[in-house]
């Protein structure tokens, strides 16, 4: 059982900045990954980043730097540290984990229950 809770969204002006949080808890496989997504109004899903428990971090390229992913592996935590926010940053933002299970390989997707980040202009 794995639970995700996320904080940290809020109302801002464009240029501003917020921190998003995301505790784990549960049973956490020390082979994760742990992300960000978000889905705006009529849009799918779409990736934010990825960090690994390593540390190597993966972005897209719609966030243009302006975002920093990291993780406190003691805590079972992530963080998005977005800056110069935008309008069309506007979305639902969710925290995502993925275990993978090494004696066979497969991975599972576990998911928090949003936190609404909205950009004014």
């Known amino acids: 059982q794995v639970q995700l809770v996320e904080s940290g969204g809020g109302l801002v002006q464009a240029g501003g900045s917020l921190r998003l949080s995301c505790a784990a808890s549960?049973?956490?496989?020390?082979?994760?990954?742990m992300g960000w997504y978000r889905q705006a109004p009529g849009k799918e899903r779409e990736l934010v980043a990825t960090i690994s428990r390593a540390g190597p971090t993966n972005y897209a390229d719609s966030v243009g730097g302006r975002f920093t992913i990291s993780r406190d592996n003691a805590k079972n935590t992530a963080f998005l540290q977005m800056n110069s926010l935008k309008p069309e940053d506007t979305a639902v933002y969710f925290c995502?984990?993925?275990?993978?299970?090494?004696?066979?390989?497969?991975?599972?997707?576990?998911w928090g229950q949003g936190t609404q980040v909205t950009v004014s202009s």
């Open positions: 549960g049973t956490i496989y020390s082979s994760n990954t």
């Open positions: 995502n984990l993925r275990t993978r299970r090494l004696f066979n390989g497969r991975e599972y997707d576990y």
